[in-house]
């Protein structure tokens, strides 16, 4: 699946956190979060800070299966 168009996700570098994720899929910080920890994105945590690979987020955004994350 090609993404194209206005996505949000053209503006943000190559790295996003938690903030840029729920920005884009239009949910809150601490859920954003919880999906980056336990939601099968592949992340990268230095100290107490997570961040994700850009194109990690995209991979499992569109990979082509439905998703069902409860928290």
Known sequence: ??????????EYPDVLN???IAKSLGIGYVK???????GGIKY??????YRVPKTCF???LCNGSSKEIQF
């Open 44 to 49: 990268i945590k230095i100290g107490n800070v």
């Open 18 to 20: 938690a903030k840029m």
């Open 58 to 60: 995209i991979d499992w």
């Open 32 to 38: 954003a979060l919880n999906l980056i920890k336990y």
């Open 1 to 10: 699946m090609k993404m194209e168009g206005n996505n949000i996700l053209n």
